[in-house]
């Protein structure tokens, strides 16, 4: 596993709008019931989803694949700004949430060192919120592993839960 610092990098970032409030964007991130409905790359459901909302909590979800298999992401959040900001690490786990490598995945991971989960969330009025997710790996690798393309399912799939929640309200 190659390790960069975050000054010498390019990082993942993947941005969108979307035609909802920027509060309801807020709830349907930050809830995992709602969470379980879009967490995962595209055709994996999530049948687990534990979120401590705070400050030093944990998050713990599951992704399962098609064919049964599972995978298992934790983290803890360092800042949260109500509806505007989320610093936070993400990390393979096992289902106990303790981190381990991604090789025990059978996945090859590149995270840079330093570098935390950001996603902001930009009003930009007239009911649209701009999304800008910033990872923890370098973009080059996040489009040759698929993680980019992951996080644009991701955020498709979002789209399609956020709408949902629109429309109810």
Known sequence: ??????????????????????ELVWKAWTDPKYVM???????????????????????????????????????EYHEIVPQEKIVSSLYFSDPQGNKVEPAQYGIEHEAIDGAYDVITFEDLGNGQTKLTFLGNETMEYAKTSGQFEGWNQLFDQFAVVLAGLAQAK
Not at 1 to 22: G, L, W, Y
């Open 37 to 75: 409905q879009w967490w995962g790359p595209k055709g994996c459901t999530t049948p687990f989803c534990e979120m401590d909302f705070r400050v030093g909590g944990k998050f713990l979800c599951c992704s399962r694949t098609p064919d049964g298999r599972e995978f298992w992401n934790g983290g």
């Open 1 to 22: 596993m190659t390790k960069n610092t975050v000054s010498e990098i390019e990082r993942m970032v993947v941005t969108r709008v979307f035609d909802a409030p920027r």
